[in-house]
């Protein structure tokens, strides 16, 4: 049976803006999202019958429909039905390194690397634009996760336009194990609490005026990597950080180390810092370790990384991009 593994990048956010509401009822956004080496291994194998199997190594994650790697495959399915047909179904198999619920895209990141490999898998010849047209459809991440790297996100976070690569940062990440965030709360709340300063959906040039990505763009186009570390912003900190005040209290330490800049990734409660090498960034890790002493604090150390969903081969190691028009 024929098979392929990938490696599935998490994401963090460098910026988010939240600008209004839209008509289909999500927010208007603005975001510099940025992939780090941090991966989930995404094995798929084709079965031989017309099924879709699930099983991950991490017990919150759901074998089912709940899980949006599941829903990836069964969206593939349907708009395939030949493809099914002539292949058969796939078991999926989820190695996760990725923290859940954690605000780093990582339920996104399988989902898009079950779209690249089934494509690979069933032989579809799908374009890297008409995946993430498939993806977008499962959630807002998806596209980015598909393609990676350093990219504004614009709209509901699914309009992309690429951004020079950001190599050499080293990231420390720091996230509680039993604590989580709903990304819905955070969202609604922004919106019961801000909502009076929002753009109106038909008001153009008030949602100009509202944007303040520009600066960071800037920056990653200069490649200032303090100035990027100046920058950092994220609007959803407003309303995570007085209800979570552990979160706050990572935030800080973070802050106390030294580091080039500290935030909150996405709707949390994942806090990262950038460092200028895997050392200094060792180096934080220890210090914000010794600062708050919880047996419950995770931490990990990543480079940005300029890909989304890589092929992995056991006998080499290799993680190439996928190639795409």
């Not at 392929?4 to 988010?16: C, D, G, H, V």
């Not at 040039?205 to 990597?225: F, N, T, W, Y």
């Not at 912003?233 to 800049?261: C, I, M, T, W």
């Amino acid at each position: 049976m024929r098979s392929y593994s990938l490696l599935a990048s998490a994401k963090i956010n460098l910026y988010l803006e939240i600008i209004g509401d839209r008509p289909d009822g999500y927010h208007e956004l603005a975001m510099v999202l940025q992939s780090i080496d941090l991966a989930d291994r995404i094995d798929l194998r084709a079965i031989g019958t017309d099924t879709i199997r699930v099983r991950c190594d991490h017990p919150q994650v759901p074998p089912d429909k709940n899980n949006l790697a599941y829903r990836a495959a069964d969206l593939l399915a349907k708009q395939f039905p030949d493809a099914l047909a002539k292949y058969g179904g796939v078991e999926i198999a989820i190695h996760k390194q990725i923290p859940v619920a954690a605000g780093l895209a990582g339920g996104s990141a399988n989902a898009a690397a079950v779209l690249v490999g089934m494509d690979l898998l069933w032989q579809l010849g799908l374009t890297q634009s008409e995946l993430q047209e498939l993806g977008g459809t499962l959630g807002s991440d998806v596209p980015f996760c598909i393609a990676g790297g350093t990219a504004l996100a614009t709209g509901r976070g699914d309009k992309l336009s690429p951004l020079p690569d950001l190599g050499g940062f080293s990231v420390v990440l720091a996230k509680y194990r039993n604590l989580s965030i709903s990304t819905a709360w955070a969202y609604q709340t922004y919106r019961q609490q801000f909502s009076s300063s929002y753009c109106a959906a038909e008001d153009l040039e008030c949602r100009r005026e509202r944007l303040h990505s520009g600066p960071m763009v800037g920056a990653i186009a200069q490649k200032d990597r303090s100035k990027i570390g100046q920058l950092l912003h994220n609007d959803l900190e407003k309303v995570a950080l007085p209800v979570y005040p552990q979160v706050l209290q990572l935030r800080e330490a973070f802050e106390s180390a030294g580091v080039l800049g500290t935030m909150m990734s996405g709707s949390g409660p994942t806090v990262f810092a950038l460092a200028e090498s895997p050392e200094q960034a060792q180096q934080v890790l220890e210090r914000v370790k010794s600062a708050i002493a919880s047996p419950d604090l995770d931490f990990w150390v990543a480079q940005f990384s300029n890909t989304g969903i890589r092929i992995f081969s056991e006998e080499n190691d290799l993680k190439a991009p996928i190639p795409r028009v």
